[in-house]
């Protein structure tokens, strides 16, 4: 059987940010990669119109997803339209069915923006229902029952929206490819200006790596890493699955207590 890893966030670039060393590594590992930005980016300028900046920000996304040999799937969604409502959930979990994922990689239920929340509240919602045949899907797809082992991302920052610093249950070392992680952020090259102009981040990519510093920190083992919590299994996959652990090897542990 084919293994998947999924890596779902909100706008094109956050998985660049949050996810991306994991996802090469999980690549390098044999696993079949499948990257989705629920969002399609409309709000990141200040100078473009909104078609313009989309189709700029897919192209930049579709680079980036093919510099890893990841499938891209179409977003759904203008920025700020990321709610948890029926519609979306449902053509969200006819993608989730298809793809059928082993590990869902998404974002922290606890993060700086409303956008970044609610595509992780999505995305474990449509990984739920995955298998439940009275569950309608836009468009209609079959229910599947491969299980699935999901991963909330770290914050931006390391930090929940009330400033508490979120300690993660796996770390994953990615000094042996942050240079692959730095070429495919820089691939979106339109954020570069805004991100500094709407929330002062002096330098897209070297705040990345202070990031990743931060939790390399925090796991007392490695230069540069991302954080990772596992969900609570339940209505996802055994209890004791870690395909994550055991796709990474040496390059990954479990610190502090997972989340259940």
């Known amino acids: 059987m084919t293994k998947r890893a999924f890596a779902i966030a909100a706008h094109p670039d956050d998985i660049e940010f949050q996810m991306g060393g994991t996802l090469i590594l999980l690549g390098k590992a044999g696993y079949e990669l499948h990257y989705m930005n629920i969002a399609n980016g409309s709000c990141g300028s200040e100078t473009l119109g909104k078609n313009e900046i989309v189709a700029i920000r897919r192209n930049e996304a579709m680079k980036a997803a093919e510099s890893i040999g990841a499938q891209c799937h179409e977003s759904m969604t203008d920025d700020f339209g990321i709610f948890y409502e029926p519609d979306l959930l449902g053509r969200l979990a006819a993608v989730m069915r298809e793809v059928a994922p082993e590990i869902l990689l998404v974002q922290s239920p606890e993060d700086y923006m409303e956008d970044h929340q609610n595509a992780s509240r999505l995305a474990v919602a449509a990984a739920f229902v995955r298998g439940i045949p009275n ?65 002062g981040m002096d330098s897209y990519l070297a705040n990345m790596k202070q990031q990743a510093a931060e939790v390399g920190v925090l796991s007392g083992r490695y230069a540069l890493a991302e954080g990772w919590r596992r969900r609570n299994p339940l209505g996802f996959c055994d209890a004791d699955a870690d395909p994550l652990l055991g796709a990474l090897g040496d390059c990954a542990f479990a610190g502090h207590a997972m989340e259940m």
């Open 135 to 199: 569950f309608e899907t836009d468009p209609p797809t079959d229910p599947v029952d491969q299980p699935v082992t999901v991963y909330h991302a770290q914050p931006h920052g390391n930090r929940g929206p009330l400033g508490k610093t979120i300690r993660p249950g796996v770390f994953v070392d990615i000094t042996s490819v942050i240079e692959e992680k730095t070429a495919m952020l820089a691939m979106h090259e339109s954020q570069k200006t805004w991100l500094d102009v709407s929330q």
